[in-house]
């Protein structure tokens, strides 16, 4: 597989805070890479040095196996934070600038705007549009000639609902073509519907990474009951992988330390000679990990 | 060219850039048609206690009107426009925060200032040429055949005109990038140039220095200096001593050095900073 961005031990302090401390990371080609952490865990951090908008205290990183350059943006579309553009200038202008900058021609720029739904108000002036179209053009201008990755930074925040809707509708559309994502976000349901891989930061530090899909399998509860709940527990607790357990209203919650399935405990149960009454499995979603993630990390 | 057509396609479409330039060419405009009648009304004044009475000053021939109209064309309160105008267009990327996304598009840092020092240099360039379209056009329609065979002896005012432009524009570039914010760096300049520096003069000269050395290094002064009077037959003979007749190396050396050390510093601090 194909590295398209490798970070290595990447550090930047801001006074007395450490905003990215020794982060490492790759991202391959045709991943959706999401990077979740709340506010302030070094995401927009992390994204401006590897932009070069921001220098960082120590590490490397090389973008398509190269030492980064002017050229290596070349190969990038990014949204960062704010949508950037001349107040004054149409939209239609704006993209001219950056395809320009970006040593392209005027021939992508139709089409990136109707990818967008801008192409009806193309002429008029950036400071005219509402805060949905300026990132909408944020995002057009990111896609500018079909770049190698594309860089989104909290693409949907402070949008309205539809807002919202559009940008990641527009996201899957960009992934399903194939192109390499890298999606900031302290939201988990977006970075759950987007992105196939994961990384969560929180205060600089890579708490966890890996697959959305692994995320969501590792821990997940299951629930059990039977006439006899003493004796359940008891066989439960002597399992191998067993993690924790809590017991509500005749029923037994119980958590994994690894990935066991129901049907593996039923069988194990049977062997302990316990019928059961109830076997229920409770998939968590990414967002009561995330939650617990945060909360193991504090304390 | 690449970056200055990037340049051009920001600034050609902007209103404020528009006001801005005519304000400039009408303040110089009316400085030009007034100049003639300040001169001779300060000469009307002198003649009222000479017993010859002066006579009244002409600006507008050969070669005189070189040395006459760059000196009008470069008082603090005209110069001041273009440097609004270089502020203006460069803390305007830090305030839409456009210089962020044309790092991120593929622009180099270095890069970024050497577009914005083309602008300075072409802004310079362009005022110089027109003033000197005018001033050709005046002294042509003001000369009499003697004068105009003396046309181009002081031509050098015209270089040293650019050379004022280029300078006192690059320390509008200085202050504009290490300010980054339009108000402030507007305001600071604008004051240092007409009230910070003309007082540290005031406090710098009598008792402590009697020759006219620390005004003319002070960096806008440095400025100014290069055309220093204008050049008017009865001021000359009125004042008893030698009136420059030519901009001289060293009064363009010393501005020059403090826009490369500007210059300088701006690459330095520009491309360790976080944007």
Request: aromatic share 10%; charged share 20%; glycine share 4%.
């Amino acid at each position: 597989m194909e590295t398209i961005l490798s970070i290595n031990q990447l550090s930047k302090r801001y006074g007395r805070i450490q905003a990215v401390n020794k982060l490492s990371l790759e991202v391959v080609k045709g991943q959706v890479f999401g990077i979740l952490g709340p506010n302030g865990s070094g995401k927009s951090t992390t994204l401006g040095m590897i932009l070069d908008l921001i220098r960082p205290d120590s590490g490397s990183f090389t973008w398509f196996g190269e030492h980064p350059s002017k050229e290596s943006r070349k190969r990038i579309g990014a949204v960062i934070e704010t949508p950037n553009f001349f107040p004054y200038l149409s939209a239609r202008k704006n993209l001219e600038i950056v395809a320009k900058v970006k040593d392209y021609d005027n021939s992508d720029i139709e089409r990136v705007l109707r990818t967008t739904g801008l192409y009806d108000r193309k002429n008029d002036k950036f400071k005219t549009y509402s805060f949905g179209m300026k990132q909408r053009l944020a995002v057009a201008s990111a896609l500018l000639n079909n770049p190698d990755i594309l860089i989104l930074d909290e693409p949907t925040n402070g949008l309205d609902p539809q807002g919202i809707a559009h940008i990641r509708e527009l996201i899957l559309q960009v992934a399903s073509e194939g192109i390499t994502i890298i999606l900031a976000s302290h939201l988990l349901d977006e970075v759950q519907k987007i992105c196939n891989y994961v990384a969560v930061l929180n205060k600089g530090n890579i708490l966890f990474s890996g697959e959305v899909h692994d995320v969501l399998a590792i821990s997940d509860c299951i629930e059990l009951a039977s006439a006899d709940n003493a004796a359940l527990k008891a066989a439960i607790e002597a399992h191998p992988a067993f993690h924790s357990i809590i017991e509500s209203d005749g029923i037994l919650l119980v958590v994994f330390s690894e990935d066991v399935r129901p049907g593996a405990i039923s069988e194990y149960l049977h062997q302990k000679n316990i019928s059961l009454s109830h076997l229920t499995e409770r998939k968590r979603t990414l967002e009561q990990h995330f939650l617990e993630l945060l909360k193991d990390n504090e304390s | 060219m690449k970056l200055l057509s990037i340049e051009l396609k920001k600034i050609l479409p902007y209103k404020t850039f528009w006001i801005i330039i005519g304000l400039y060419f009408l303040f110089l405009a009316l400085g030009i048609i007034m100049a003639e009648y300040i001169v001779n009304a300060m000469v009307d004044d002198v003649n009222k206690r000479l017993p010859i009475p002066l006579p009244h000053a002409v600006l507008f021939y050969f070669p005189d009107i070189w040395q006459n109209l760059t000196f009008f064309a470069s008082i603090r309160f005209v110069l001041i426009f273009p440097a609004i105008i270089v502020i203006i267009l460069i803390t305007n990327e830090f305030t839409n925060k456009t210089v962020r996304q044309n790092i991120v598009n593929g622009m180099s840092r270095s890069e970024f200032i050497y577009s914005k020092l083309q602008v300075v240099f072409m802004l310079a360039l362009i005022i110089t040429v027109i003033l000197m379209l005018v001033m050709l056009t005046l002294g042509l329609i003001h000369s009499d055949s003697q004068s105009l065979s003396l046309m181009l002896n002081g031509f050098s005012f015209v270089i040293g005109f650019f050379i004022q432009m280029l300078t006192y524009l690059c320390f509008a570039f200085f202050v504009a990038f290490m300010l980054r914010n339009t108000g402030l760096a507007i305001a600071l300049f604008t004051l240092y140039t007409i009230i910070i520096e003309p007082v540290i003069y005031f406090l710098l000269r009598a008792p402590f220095i009697w020759e006219n050395t620390v005004y003319t290094y002070l960096p806008v002064n440095s400025v100014i200096r290069i055309v220093e009077y204008p050049s008017i037959p009865a001021l000359k003979k009125l004042m008893n001593f030698q009136l420059q007749d030519q901009v001289t190396l060293l009064a363009c050396a010393v501005p020059m050095i403090y826009a490369a050390v500007m210059i300088g510093i701006v690459y330095l601090t520009f491309n360790k900073r976080d944007l």
